[in-house]
């Protein structure tokens, strides 16, 4: 099976080469645990290869999101500007609007939902998708996934929004990583429908062990692929997320 580096030191050894490519992949865990790091490291590892990508951001707006990540030295702009990394501004879409209101068009890579018809998840997808196959996107990113079930409070409803997500996802063969908070401690964790409705889980735990704060990673689920499943613990340091692929967590 094709793989997709991951763009993360020590990831791609416990995935014995990368991600599934073609395939959705889940990235849950807590917040500040580096799910964000994580997805944009992936999409910079294709952009440094000429691929091009999207990045969906639900919480903050691309400008926001580029300053946080500028302590990374990535150059994201210059990134954005070639047109391998096109940012999608989807924040509107948590304001429980029906309808947008037009706005100025967004400048070259960036795509505002203000100028889409309707600020429905039907026609962000549909958008989405259409300019995941004009641009001929191998990577795709959605962060974070829980604006749909805030939006969507009725169960049914909120699993036919997921369906169509990943639905649509699916259709564009790109690699796609959706990121999930983890809502609880993973003792009581229940697995929510996305789990099910993706090919692989990663999750991305931060704790405290002896006073120190240790974060963890583990591949839940990579499904067509031989995986390392054992939690292994990483860093956030200067050139983003390392992966300790051999050590372990508690020795």
């Known amino acids: 099976m094709e793989r997709a580096s991951s763009g993360v030191k020590g990831l791609d050894d416990i995935l014995e080469g990368g991600f599934p490519k073609a395939r959705t992949i889940l990235i849950v865990g807590s917040p500040g645990s580096g799910k964000t790091i994580l997805a944009i490291q992936f999409l910079r590892a294709g952009a440094l290869k000429g691929e091009r990508s999207i990045y969906v951001t639900f919480d903050e ?3 926001q999101v580029k300053e946080n990540m500028s302590a990374f030295s990535w150059d994201l702009d210059r990134l954005e500007a070639e047109g391998k990394i096109m940012f999608v501004d989807a924040t509107p879409f948590r304001r429980m609007k029906t309808a947008a209101t037009s706005g100025p068009e967004g400048r070259a ?3 505002t939902v203000d100028a889409l018809p309707e600020i429905t998840l039907r026609a962000l997808v549909e958008n989405v998708r259409r300019l995941a196959e004009e641009e001929d996107v191998t990577r795709l990113v ?3 996934i829980t604006s749909l079930s805030v ?3 009725s169960p049914v409803k ?3 929004a997921m369906l169509m997500l990943f639905d649509a996802l699916s259709s564009t063969g790109a690699t796609c990583l959706v990121n999930s908070e983890l809502r609880t401690s993973m003792l009581t964790r229940k697995f929510q429908l996305e789990e099910y409705l993706s090919q692989g ?3 991305m735990r931060t704790g405290i062990h002896e006073g120190n704060v240790v974060r963890a990673v583990q591949v839940e689920k990579m499904r067509g692929i031989a995986h390392d499943t054992q939690l ?3 860093l956030i340091g200067q050139n983003g997320i390392e992966v300790f692929a051999k050590d372990k ?3």
């Open 61 to 63: 707006r691309p400008e």
């Open 109 to 111: 890579g960036l795509l």
């Open 142 to 144: 959605i962060d974070p």
């Open 151 to 153: 939006r969507y409070q």
């Open 158 to 160: 909120r699993r036919r």
């Open 201 to 203: 889980v990663v999750l």
């Open 232 to 234: 292994r613990p990483y």
């Open 249 to 251: 967590v508690f020795k």
